[in-house]
Structures are given as structure tokens and as C-alpha cells.
């Protein structure tokens, strides 16, 4: 059995309900009241998480924290011999790592704006926009080449991979810590390109494509 310790607003809490939806995984959440509550912060969740952290997955008692660990425990346990994890080629697994380190970095700057703006917590918000501008730029140029010479996909490959999933969330919520997309547009046709995989879902604030 798997349970999320979710909290639905949270861009990393959506990563693993992505990538079980992509999967066709069942799976139940434990509601964690991040905001206004900080139970995240509480003894009882440090039991489960010291570094006091969402999100944390619980597969049959064995319990996994930080979404770029729990993307790829899941790709390696219910998507063998598929593309989604590790193992089609030793470039595109360097490949994908690589986009899954960048992941944190967003979350690092597009998430901790947000956090700022919609969760009120204090942090240095203009510091994290700088940054969080300065990896869509990154981000865009590389999908350009990406569109040119492979298939649109963070890591080569015909398919999305876990750090498309990992990239996704804070990208496509950028807007709500004041980071406008306008000028990346190869990051706005890889975003439209992956709410059209199947098994896509949303969370609030994210709308499904036309
Ligand atoms: N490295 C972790 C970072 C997770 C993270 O920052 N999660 C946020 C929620 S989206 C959190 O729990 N923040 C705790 C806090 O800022 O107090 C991961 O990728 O899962």
C-alpha cells in the first residue's frame, strides 16, 4: 500500500501525484496541514521527515523522503523496462540526474517566491525571483534545442522522463511568485506538451490544456 503525506498545494507533493497518475498507481494521502498549521514542523512529523519536509512516501513501511528520490524509487519500481526513470541509456540517465538537480534549484527560487507570496513566509523573495528568472532562461534555451534536434523532453529520448516530472510544477506555477513565462516560449510549448501526456492531472492552479 502507498500513502502520500500530501498537502495539496504543495509543487513537490504534485510531483509524486503526477507520476502516479502517469503510472496508473493507486495510492491514498495523508492530509498534512502545511499552511496555516505547520505540522510539517511538529515533533510527530519529524518522526517521519527530520528535515521537516513535504513530500514523504510510505510503501509498504518503507519510507522515502524528497520528490527526486521518491520520482525515481517509483520509475524503478512500477515502470521497469519503461522510460520514465533510470536505465534506457548511461547518457540519458546523466541526463535526466542532471534536470532532476535543476529541479531542486526551482524549488529553491520559483518555490520559495511562492512560498513568500501565497504562504507569507519570510524569506528573501527578491533574491529567490532573480534566480528563479535567471533558470526559465536556462530552462528555455535548452528546450529550444531540445525542439531542434530531439524530442522536446528535458533528457533525450522520445519520451518525458521523471525530471520533465520534476521540472513541471514549479515551472508551470511560477506566475504566483510574480515570474512571468512571456518570454520562453519553448518553456510554454514543453508545459502545453506535457499536460498532453496521458494520465496528466491538475492541482489548483494548474488547468488542463485546450
Ligand atoms: N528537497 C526537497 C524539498 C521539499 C520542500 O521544500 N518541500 C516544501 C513543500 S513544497 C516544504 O516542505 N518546505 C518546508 C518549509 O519551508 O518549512 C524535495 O525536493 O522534496
Same mark, same amino acid.
Given at each position: ?19 502516479? $497518475? ?15 498549521? +505547520? ?44 522510460? %520514465? ?18 529541479? $531542486?534549484?526551482?524549488? $529553491? ?12 513566509? #519570510? ?20 528546450? %529550444?534545442?531540445? #525542439?531542434?534536434?530531439?524530442?522536446? %523532453?528535458?533528457?533525450?529520448? #522520445? ?15 511560477? #506566475?504566483?511568485?510574480? +515570474? ?9 510549448? %514543453? ?7 496521458? $494520465? ?11
Amino acid at each position: 500500500m502507498i500513502t502520500l503525506h500530501d498537502y495539496e498545494l504543495s509543487g513537490n507533493c504534485y510531483k509524486i501525484r503526477l507520476m502516479l $497518475g502517469f503510472l496508473g498507481v493507486g495510492y491514498t494521502t495523508r492530509h498534512v496541514d502545511f499552511y496555516p498549521g +505547520l505540522e510539517h514542523r511538529s515533533e510527530a512529523f519529524r518522526a517521519i521527515n527530520p528535515l521537516a519536509q513535504l513530500p514523504v512516501l510510505d510503501h509498504d513501511g518503507f519510507v522515502i523522503r524528497d520528490a527526486q528520490a521518491i520520482l525515481t524509487y517509483l520509475a524503478s519500481t512500477f515502470d521497469k523496462g519503461g522510460s %520514465w526513470g533510470f536505465g534506457t541509456s548511461p547518457r540519458r540517465d546523466g541526463e535526466i540526474a542532471q534536470w532532476l538537480a535543476f529541479a $531542486g534549484e526551482l524549488t $529553491g527560487s520559483i518555490g520559495a517566491a511562492r512560498l513568500h507570496d501565497a504562504f507569507l513566509f #519570510e524569506l528573501d523573495a527578491d533574491a529567490a525571483r532573480r534566480r528563479g528568472r535567471e533558470l526559465l532562461r536556462i530552462l528555455d534555451a535548452h528546450l %529550444w534545442f531540445q #525542439e531542434r534536434e530531439a524530442h522536446g %523532453w528535458l533528457a533525450s529520448g #522520445e519520451n518525458a522522463s521523471i525530471a520533465d516530472i520534476a521540472c513541471f510544477p514549479y515551472v508551470m506555477l511560477s #506566475e504566483d511568485a510574480d +515570474l512571468s513565462r512571456e518570454e520562453c516560449p519553448s518553456v510554454r510549448r %514543453w508545459l502545453d506538451r506535457f499536460k498532453r501526456i496521458d $494520465g496528466f492531472r491538475v492541482m489548483s492552479g494548474v488547468f488542463p490544456t485546450r
